[in-house]
């Protein structure tokens, strides 16, 4: 008798020709990186679904205590508002060498050479090469508005959308939105199916998520699980606000829908969190406030504007606390504020603490952007700000992510001496440093004891203040130093970067 599980079992090679020959296109990352992935996904109809029923679990042994678990059913979701899910199938081109023959210049002396002897499948220097993608995507609007990744359709020469029914068409990309990794199509056709739309700002962590989408290409597959964290702030894309789930994404979900247990969309699939390309339990959507806002701008006027403070920030950790009197180390700390930007207008300053944005608390300092991503150029925005040992209130104007700004001009240098207790040994820029380096106030860092360096202090960095007061003399470093008691948080310019760092007081 032939075994079950040989029967059933496909092996990870069957499954990888399959997986070609079907034409689903998957790339691995090496290192530890935050890696996008192509999916698709299907749509739900323009009315709210129905919660799901709650499964009551059976006790779990005979006599056990009578505590039982509610599951969700995500029957309802995954019949009715999978039909407003779809398939996208991208295909574009790349420029490729002439099989055998290397990259050279009609013009190059040896360019007739290798023409002639290279066979007849030399035909120049490059070709067109096509190259293919699939992604998901869910219809927003009857008439064919659809949402989707802005990294799923990038450098698309034709875009195909599959419907649930099966149907296919062309579909036009409207625009896209590389910071957000928002994009929106439209294709022709009505009374469509559409999904309704949730407010993401709701989510609760630990609250139980579905995504719908096409991973590998395997069209209209259902993945659950729950909210991890939300408002999280990732290196590589500071201006969104993700949601953080373990539901399985896999390349082929990026662009689905992630709805809640109303069957409402909450956001984007968009990201996952790998070290082999594939599904690792960390995978990030974009919260749907963010996707309208872009999807809005996009209808109407075809482009995408962003709201910028103008300022660069740092975490606060416990040293930083400690230098600044903060009950906790919570807070984004102003690093650097750009000339002629809405911060400088609205008088914020290197040093600054900001706690709160329109009285929502700042925890970290990936919270800042985040909270910005959802408004608007022109937009006001109220700022509590931690300085001088106290909240201070700030009300800012936001400008517009496209106006350039420079960084803010430094006060004149005064004259310096040698440092003490932090173990620096300071001397002032002289002429030719402050022309070159544009730095008109600070002290040249020439040595650094261990405790300073052990935080990050280097030789050769310019220090610019000391708890947020600008300094200019050793006299001024030593008034501040000596008024603290744990930790100094020194503002260093390192080339022409501007970043504070803690340093235990030895």
Same mark, same amino acid.
Request: proline share 6%; hydrophobic share 40%.
């Given at each position: 008798?032939?075994?079950?599980?040989?029967?059933?079992?496909?092996?990870?090679?069957?499954?990888?020709?399959?997986?070609?020959?079907?034409?689903?296109?998957?790339?691995?990352?090496?290192?530890?990186?935050?890696?996008?992935?192509?999916?698709?996904?299907?749509?739900?109809?323009?009315?709210?679904?129905?919660?799901?029923?709650?499964?009551?679990?059976?006790?779990?042994?005979?006599?056990?205590?009578?505590?039982?678990?509610?599951?969700?059913?995500?029957?309802?979701?995954?019949?009715?508002?999978?039909? %407003?899910?779809?398939?996208?199938?991208?295909?574009?081109?790349?420029?490729?060498?002439?099989?055998?023959?290397?990259?050279?210049?009609?013009?190059?002396?040896?360019?007739?050479?290798?023409?002639?002897?290279?066979?007849?499948?030399?035909?120049? &220097?490059?070709?067109?090469?096509?190259?293919?993608?699939?992604?998901?995507?869910?219809?927003?609007?009857?008439?064919?508005?659809?949402?989707?990744?802005?990294?799923?359709?990038?450098? +698309?020469?034709?875009?195909?959308?599959?419907?649930?029914?099966?149907?296919?068409?062309?579909?036009?990309? $409207?625009?896209?939105?590389?910071?957000?990794?928002?994009?929106?199509?439209?294709?022709?056709?009505?009374?469509?199916?559409?999904?309704?739309?949730?407010?993401?700002?709701?989510?609760?962590?630990?609250?139980?998520?579905?995504?719908?989408?096409? &991973?590998?290409?395997?069209?209209?597959?259902?993945?659950?699980?729950?909210?991890?964290?939300?408002?999280?702030?990732?290196?590589?894309?500071?201006?969104?606000?993700?949601?953080?789930?373990?539901?399985?994404?896999?390349?082929?979900?990026?662009?689905? &829908?992630?709805?809640?247990?109303?069957?409402?969309?909450?956001?984007?699939?968009?990201?996952?969190?790998?070290?082999?390309?594939?599904?690792?339990?960390?995978?990030?959507?974009? &919260?749907?406030?963010?996707?309208?806002?872009?999807?809005?701008?996009?209808?109407?006027?075809?482009?995408?504007?962003? %709201?910028?403070?103008?300022?660069?920030?740092?975490?606060?950790?416990?040293?930083?606390?400690?230098?600044?009197?903060?009950?906790?180390?919570?807070?984004?700390?102003?690093?650097?504020?750009?000339?002629?930007?809405?911060?400088?207008?609205?008088?914020?300053?290197?040093?600054? *603490? *900001?706690?709160?944005?329109?009285?929502?608390?700042?925890?970290?300092?990936?919270?800042?952007?985040?909270?910005?991503?959802?408004?608007?150029?022109?937009?006001?925005?109220?700022?509590?700000?931690?300085?001088?040992?106290?909240?201070?209130?700030?009300?800012?104007?936001?400008?517009?992510?496209?106006?350039?700004?420079?960084?803010?001009?430094?006060?004149?240098?005064?004259?310096?001496?040698?440092?003490?207790?932090?173990?620096?040994?300071?001397?002032?820029?002289?002429?030719?440093?402050?022309? $070159?380096?544009?730095?008109?106030?600070?002290?040249?860092?020439?040595? +650094?004891?261990?405790?300073?360096?052990?935080?990050?202090?280097?030789?050769?960095?310019? $220090?610019?203040?000391?708890?947020?007061?600008?300094?200019?003399?050793?006299?001024?470093?030593?008034?501040?130093?000596?008024?603290?008691?744990?930790?100094?948080?020194?503002?260093?310019?390192?080339?022409?970067?501007?970043?504070?760092?803690?340093?235990?007081?030895?």
């Amino acid at each position: 008798m032939q075994n079950e599980g040989a029967v059933t079992a496909i092996t990870a090679k069957r499954l990888t020709l399959a997986l070609c020959a079907a034409g689903v296109i998957g790339g691995a990352v090496g290192a530890i990186t935050v890696n996008h992935n192509n999916a698709t996904a299907q749509s739900a109809p323009a009315a709210v679904a129905p919660a799901p029923a709650l499964v009551q679990a059976p006790p779990v042994a005979a006599g056990a205590p009578a505590a039982t678990v509610t599951l969700p059913d995500f029957t309802r979701i995954a019949a009715q508002n999978g039909k %407003a899910v779809v398939n996208i199938r991208v295909v574009g081109s790349t420029k490729t060498s002439a099989r055998g023959a290397p990259q050279m210049d009609p013009n190059d002396p040896f360019y007739e050479f290798f023409r002639r002897f290279q066979g007849p499948q030399y035909r120049g &220097p490059q070709n067109d090469a096509p190259v293919f993608g699939a992604g998901s995507g869910f219809i927003v609007s009857p008439d064919g508005v659809i949402l989707t990744n802005a990294h799923v359709v990038k450098g +698309a020469d034709e875009v195909t959308v599959k419907l649930q029914d099966r149907r296919e068409y062309r579909a036009k990309v $409207l625009g896209s939105d590389p910071k957000t990794d928002v994009a929106v199509l439209k294709i022709d056709a009505k009374n469509l199916p559409v999904v309704p739309i949730g407010n993401s700002r709701n989510l609760q962590v630990g609250e139980w998520v579905l995504a719908i989408g096409s &991973p590998f290409g395997l069209e209209s597959t259902v993945t659950a699980g729950v909210v991890s964290a939300t408002g999280r702030s990732l290196p590589s894309d500071a201006n969104v606000p993700f949601i953080q789930t373990d539901v399985a994404i896999n390349p082929g979900n990026s662009g689905g &829908p992630l709805f809640n247990t109303r069957g409402e969309v909450v956001g984007i699939n968009s990201q996952i969190y790998s070290q082999t390309g594939g599904y690792m339990g960390m995978s990030f959507a974009i &919260p749907m406030d963010v996707a309208v806002r872009i999807k809005d701008q996009i209808v109407t006027t075809g482009k995408v504007q962003h %709201a910028k403070l103008g300022v660069s920030i740092q975490d606060v950790n416990q040293g930083f606390a400690d230098s600044f009197n903060l009950a906790s180390p919570e807070g984004a700390l102003i690093a650097n504020v750009e000339r002629g930007s809405a911060a400088e207008r609205a008088g914020l300053k290197s040093g600054d *603490v *900001v706690r709160k944005v329109n009285e929502q608390p700042i925890i970290g300092s990936g919270d800042l952007p985040g909270m910005l991503a959802v408004s608007k150029p022109g937009d006001k925005v109220a700022l509590d700000v931690w300085r001088d040992g106290k909240i201070v209130r700030i009300n800012a104007t936001l400008a517009n992510a496209s106006d350039k700004a420079e960084p803010l001009a430094r006060e004149q240098l005064a004259g310096v001496d040698k440092g003490a207790k932090l173990g620096l040994a300071l001397r002032p820029l002289d002429p030719n440093e402050r022309r $070159l380096s544009g730095i008109a106030s600070g002290l040249v860092i020439e040595d +650094a004891g261990s405790q300073a360096i052990a935080a990050g202090v280097m030789p050769g960095d310019v $220090l610019l203040s000391v708890n947020g007061k600008a300094v200019s003399t050793v006299e001024q470093v030593r008034d501040m130093v000596g008024k603290s008691t744990k930790s100094v948080a020194l503002l260093i310019q390192r080339g022409n970067d501007r970043i504070f760092i803690p340093v235990r007081i030895g």
